[in-house]
T-cell receptor, first 112, second 114 residues
Framework: GENVEQHPSTLSVQEGDSAVIKCTYS??????FPWYKQELGKRPQLIIDIRSNVGEKKDQRIAVTLNKTAKHFSLHITETQPEDSAVYFCAATSGAGNMLTFGGGTRLMVKP | DSGVTQTPKHLITATGQRVTLRCSPR?????VYWYQQSLDQGLQFLIH???????AKGNILERFSAQQFPDLHSELNLSSLELGDSALYFC?????????????FGSGTQLSVL
């Protein structure tokens, strides 16, 4: 089955700096890659996603890049703010499209 | 509020017992997914149902079972509980049959096995 690796597991940045989280996946047939944000004690929520026919997608301070050849994708957050502090999960859908596998998560801490 | 309802919010039980977790998907969603999140762990996929039929199974223990009923709500049954089953169990739903779309998560059921 699909295996998704995520790095780093924790990331601490100063407010205003950028943060980058990287993920790799194993199933070359995967074609959908979402990112979820989970604040402390809350449910995961989708923040951005990218499909395999696109190399990059941006939504205000958040961007995601995808390299299908290398089977890796990344989340970029610019001008970080304290409210960006949360656990971020990358995910990849299986080639059959019936299973969404999550990475291990990255705990992002933005220091004021 | 995601529109996905999970009950109960908290469940405390003893080893060897059996519990049932319930999930009502968003109105119109036909797919239901179950995930397990242990302390400081990621989201482990358990099982996916679409319109009453099992679509995919992840690393779900044989002691665990699930089903989706005609009204589309789903139940996750956990039996012969062990200490290691203590976790936050999330249910999520989506409209279609595939995972190539946004999942809406419920607020989870926190299970504590003592």
């Amino acid at each position: 089955g699909e295996n998704v690796e995520q790095h780093p597991s924790t990331l601490s940045v100063q407010e205003g700096d950028s943060a980058v989280i990287k993920c790799t996946y194993s199933d070359s047939a995967s074609n959908y890659f979402p990112w979820y944000k989970q604040e402390l004690g809350k449910r995961p929520q989708l923040i951005i996603d990218i499909r395999s026919n696109v190399g990059e997608k941006k939504d205000q301070r958040i961007a995601v890049t995808l390299n299908k050849t290398a089977k890796h994708f990344s989340l970029h957050i610019t001008e970080t703010q304290p409210e960006d502090s949360a656990v971020y999960f990358c995910a990849a859908t299986s080639g059959a499209g019936n299973m969404l596998t999550f990475g291990g998560g990255t705990r992002l801490m933005v220091k004021p | 509020d995601s529109g996905v309802t999970q009950t109960p919010k908290h469940l405390i039980t003893a080893t060897g017992q059996r519990v049932t977790l319930r999930c009502s998907p968003r109105s119109g969603d036909l797919s239901v997914y179950w995930y397990q999140q242990s302390l400081d762990q990621g989201l482990q996929f358990l099982i996916h149902y679409y319109n009453g039929e099992e679509r995919a199974k992840g690393n779900i223990l044989e002691r665990f079972s699930a089903q989706q009923f005609p009204d589309l709500h789903s139940e996750l049954n956990l039996s012969s509980l062990e200490l290691g089953d203590s976790a936050l169990y999330f249910c999520a739903s989506s409209v279609g049959t595939t995972t190539n779309e946004k999942l809406f998560f419920g607020s989870g059921t926190q299970l504590s096995v003592l």
